[in-house]
Structures are given as structure tokens and as C-alpha cells.
């Protein structure tokens, strides 16, 4: 259907040139800066009505409990193993999607020449004297992602399937392929959740737990890097806890020398347990072997704002930096454990549940703080609404604030320098 529908498309495209004679068309492509309105039909609206306090994810998805684990033996066979396993739980996406497209419509000086001269063509080209006009396509992308519910739930990037009026999801080694639906897209930290209708329960992945990697740990990608489908790399944890360049929010990145390419967006990173302890997104594309992933741990947090599609982040009102050693002696702390706050906006839900400036955060909701990395994420899962607890230290005793969440003022009706 995809392929006939494209041939119309410039069919039709050399039907109009014919038609008007000397006709010229430049185009540029690139994608919407919007996404598709979440009122369409790609999008799976069966959990919009529900809240988060009626969630239940304790099914959801597979974890393994984390226990002491004796190191896997590597023999020729390990790797292979790993992969057989989870072969069955990674997809191939093939999305059609909605792209823009500048146009230059009309008679360049070209046109009017008997023999087209290619000097004159490229000189011509910086030239105005064609019409810009702007219209919608639709464009083809591809990706991965990975099974994470045996009824079907598919995690991927939400840059893969971002403008998506059509989702194909393949099951391993393309035996079965099912239209997708959106059910969640979250731009801030480019996850997706979809959901595809087959007849059977899917092989899932587990989650594992990202926060136990090690720099220097073996892990695996998969994917469809390229268009070459269900293809495997290895290589190493690079570095924990990055701040990728493209980042909009997402701090909690997992740096690895695995190969990530166009078309693995949105596969599974796994360790040598079988568990992903990351999602696949992106490279630097002037550098060799600096791939970049999602934790899995960020995920976890993310998940139910992905399930009922509401994903406005919720506004505290704090800014707050790692400590120093300096902040030892001047707020009678024991240990370099927490983050200070340095701003509290006023009238912010910080301000009125009683936060205040150089007040120590060591827990969120019970989760100790043992870096600021944690913190981050932690808001980061969390909507207007929702009730947050800090255990503090104020000049070293211990209090507890309580609050709640509410959403970010308009950048009009904050005041200069207010937290975020």
C-alpha cells in the first residue's frame, strides 16, 4: 500500500511539471517541529481517562530482583546465547509520517536557456527568483524497539516514530507484522510506548537495573541499524550519568562504544544477564563509537506517563546543585550525601510546603539521593498533581517537607531569576 501510494505521489509531481512547461522544483525536507495532534487516529486514547493514582505496574514489566550475581563465563557461545534469547522480544518499526517540505516553485533563468549549463545551475540556485512554497508530505523512516508486556506494549524512541501517520511493527526475523498504534510520546526524554493487536502473548524483555552498571561492563546492542534487520553489537559501558548534546531535559544517559546507527533508535541495550538496562538513541556522528542510550532506570520512571499519554511534566519550584566540600562546615553536614538548594521561586509549591535556601535534600519519596543525576529523574516522572516528599537536612537536622506538584508557570509570569 506504502509503495503505490508513493508511486501516486510523483506520478502526479511529473504529471503537473509536464503541464506547465519550464518548470523547476527545488526541495528541502525536514521534519514537522510539531508532532501529529494526539487527537488522531494513530494515537491509542484507552487509558487517557484513567489517573495515576488507579496505575498498577507492578505486572507491567519484568525485572528480575537484583541479588549478588556471579560474573557470566565467556566462552564463544555466551553472546549467542544472550542473543537467542532475546531475539524473539526486538522489533523492526516502519513508520510513514508527515514531513515538511520547502518547495521553490516557478522559471529559473535556467529554464530559459536552450542547453542547461550545471555552473549556471548551482550560481542560479542561491538566486531568488522562484516562489518558496510550503506544503506536508508524507515522508518514510525506520527503527526499533523491544517488547517490554507480552499483550503487545512496544517501548521505542519517540524521535522514531515522531509525525507517524502509519506504524508497521515486524516481530523477529519478519514472520509476523502488525499496525501500530500510539499509545504515549514523551519528547522530553524521547520515549514511546505503542501498542500492536496480535493474536498470541509476545515474548517480553526484562528491565534491569541501570544504576548497578559498571564503567567497563559488557553490554549488547540490537536493532535494524541501516535497514539491516535483528542485527547485534557488543562493546563496553563507556561512561554512566551522561549529558547527551541533543538532550532536552533527559540527563541520565548511558555512553557506549556499542554501535548505534540510524535504524537501532529505539532497540534494546542488554547486559550480559539478558536484561535491557537501556534503550538505543543516538550517536555523535563526527566521533567513532560514542553511542548513546536511555537507562533503564529513567524508563521505569517515564512508563506510566507513557501508558496514559499525559506527559506535562509537574513544577516544584527548586533549583538545587550537587554539594561541595565547602557546604561541609558551613551547614553542618556529616557527609557529602544530597544536593543544596539554591533557589526556591517564590510562591512555588517548594516555597509553600517550606523548602528553603541551603536546605539538603537526601531522599525523594523515599529514593536517597546519592546523586543529583536521581533527583533529576525523579521530577522528571512526576506530573502536576502529584504529592512529593523530601527527607532534608536544615542545618544538619532532619525535617521532612511535604508538597505537591502543580503545572509551570508561563515563561511570561515568572519572575527573573525564579527556580525552575
Known sequence: MKSVSLATRWT?????????????VARQSHELTTPVDQDAEIFDKR???????????????????????????????????????????VVNIYTQ???????????????????????????????????PVPFKENGFSLGSGFIINSNGFILTNAHVILNATDIVVVLSEGKEEYPA??????????????????????????????????????????????????????????AKERVGPFSKGNVDFIQTDSAINPGSSGGPLLNMYGEVVGV?????????????????????????????????RGWFGVQAIPLRKEDMAALNLYSMHGIRVVQVAPGGPAEQAGLKENDVIVSVNGASLDNFV???????????????SLDILRAGKPMLIVGTLREAPK????SEGSAE
Do not use: Y
Open 12 to 24: 502526479l509531481c511529473l504529471m503537473v511539471c509536464l503541464a506547465l512547461g519550464a518548470c523547476s
Open 47 to 89: 487509558f487517557r481517562q484513567m489517573e495515576f493514582s488507579e496505575l498498577n505496574l507492578e505486572s507491567f514489566w519484568t525485572q528480575k530482583e537484583f541479588v549478588e550475581r556471579d560474573p557470566v563465563p565467556l566462552t564463544n557461545m555466551t553472546v549467542a546465547d544472550i542473543v537467542e534469547g532475546a531475539r524473539e522480544g
Open 411 to 414: 515563561e511570561s509570569d515568572r
Open 280 to 312: 538505543n538513541t543516538a550517536i555523535i556522528e563526527s566521533a567513532q563509537l560514542i553511542g548513546f542510550a536511555i537507562s533503564a532506570d529513567m524508563v521505569k520512571e517515564v512508563l506510566p506517563m507513557l501508558l496514559l499519554g499525559k506527559t506535562e
Open 97 to 131: 509520517r508527515l514531513m515538511e517540505r520547502n518547495t521553490s516553485f516557478g522559471i529559473s533563468p535556467n529554464d530559459l536557456m536552450p542547453l542547461r549549463i550545471p555552473f549556471l545551475t548551482d550560481l542560479f540556485e542561491i538566486i531568488p527568483f522562484k516562489v
Open 374 to 388: 536521581i533527583f533529576r529523574r525523579k521530577l522528571l516522572g512526576m506530573s502536576p498533581g502529584a504529592k512529593i
Open 181 to 238: 498504534r500510539i499509545i504515549g510520546i514523551d519528547l522530553v526524554t524521547d520515549l514511546a510506548l505503542l501498542k500492536i493487536e496480535a493474536d498470541r502473548d509476545l515474548t517480553s524483555l526484562p528491565l534491569g537495573v541501570s544504576d548497578e552498571l559498571r564503567t567497563g561492563e559488557t553490554v549488547l546492542a540490537m536493532g535494524n541499524p541501516l535497514g539491516f534487520k535483528h542485527t547485534v553489537t557488543s562493546g563496553l559501558v563507556s
